[in-house]
């Protein structure tokens, strides 16, 4: 079986730094795939080589066997690859509902073609928001949301876009721990849907419950992948953590 | 609030339409026609200014470069056949030299966003004025004349030139009113919206940002060439420093922030306010306070109301219904 997403040896620079350093990565369909890291590791500039917001310099990035390089993020999106961002980017001058209107517009429809009716549409978004727990607030804009229920409506657009593969960046930071298996149940749930899911995320208890295999990048490079037992034991791992 | 769908909001624009133009014409003064028209010219530059600076935030500094293109289109094509064509035709010819400029701008400065995307687009409306002053077919520094007829017969019936030209400016206002609208409601106006708030977050919903900037840039564009197409049958005498004014970037600015940029109503007042303030002083003072006023007033609503006037409605009844 050919895996849903190959990375091939990417390498990305900011002038002098090294942000990704020949980086392989490989995930199968339907996988929960944990990738850790310490800050400034290259995990964000990884997701943003993968779904083209940045254009890695060397190296390759195939998703579904198809060569992604050169290809604009609008156009990974319709492939079936989406992500949300670490900062949630809400539309801010949308309510809620308009905020999942957007990837349902212009990336589901454009894959089936005929667009929905307008009731199908509204249907939809009351019900991914629903998913999160935000169905109360569909008209509401992003501005009076909490931090917390800002990283679920970022997730929520994320998974509008109904993407075979889904990136979640740091969907967890500063929630609390009943909200953490809130989101954690459902990444499970989108997975168990078929949908393969890249988990990025510091709290590592929530990283160790969801993955089924966990990478680790430490400056640029990735010096783990494996079991997630396995890899926390990896001394090298310890040592880029815990220091020496 | 109720939903009022496209063709019906159309069939309201033309019965307005229709009741200004008759009053108009019972009215039949020369100078009302002349006041109007130019406010009728406002509405339509600054409808076509907030398609990319209102929905999609790329603020424009060269609307005037836009409109002298239409302008000048008219010039070249009045020489060329040594001869008046109809004037919607030459709007269409305006409208489509100004889109092609539009599309132009907008793929030289594509990653160019906010005070450089303004530089920019001032750059480009410098580099179109020096060369129209360099080329002598159209009339260079020296400016062109365009000897209007005084009247024109349309359907048997007789009508005063300016009549004739103030309806056609009303008719294109009415056009681009509609258009502008059109657009705010569809899929393309939410994709211009996306851009307008996070173009990275855009991209990642799928949303093609650039094929949509350039159809802004090209409608924007488009819309101030047809604005100026008729403007030198207006004037008369068209000349580089008048249709290349400061006046025409300044105002397609002014008006659409003071009206409120997220709605195509915002444009409609703020060019209905400021046109005709402006007016007003051209014949009470002098046409040297016009850029004064319009000044006077940016700064005025940015302070008090930085959404315009639509968008000071909007919070007061937000906030009169939320008790």
Redesign the interface.
Known sequence: MTALLHVDNISKHFGGFVALDGVDLSVEPGERLGLIGPNGSGKSTLVNCICGTLQNESGSVRFEGQPMDGLAAHQRTHRGLSRSFQLPRPFHSMSLADNLRIPLLYTVHARKGPLRSAGDLDGRCHELLEMVGLANKSRQLPRDLTQVEMRKLELARAVAAEPKLLIADESMAGLSHSEIEDILALLVRLNERGITVILIEHIMSAVMSFSQRLAVLVSGKKIADGKPEDVVRNPEVVRAYLGQ | MTRVNTSKFSLIVLAVGVLVMAFAHWFNVDYLFFASYTILQFIVLATAWNILGGYCGYVNFGSAAFFAMGAYSSVFMHKFFEEALPVPLLIVIGGIVSGIVGLGMGYLTLRLRGSFFAIATLALSVVLATLVVNWDYVGGSRGAYIIRPETIEIAGVTINYIEYLFGLMLLLAMIALITARTVERS?LG??F??I???E???????????KLKLIATTMSGAFMGMAGAPFPYYIGYLQPQSAFGLEYAVNSIAMPMIGGT?SWIGPLVGAILLGSAQQYATVTISSAVNLLIVGLMLVAFVIIAPNGIVGLVQERLRAWRKP
Do not use: I, Y
């Open positions: 899929q939410f994709g919206a996306t307008r708030d996070d990275m977050a855009a991209e990642a919903s799928g949303v093609p940002t650039l997220t």
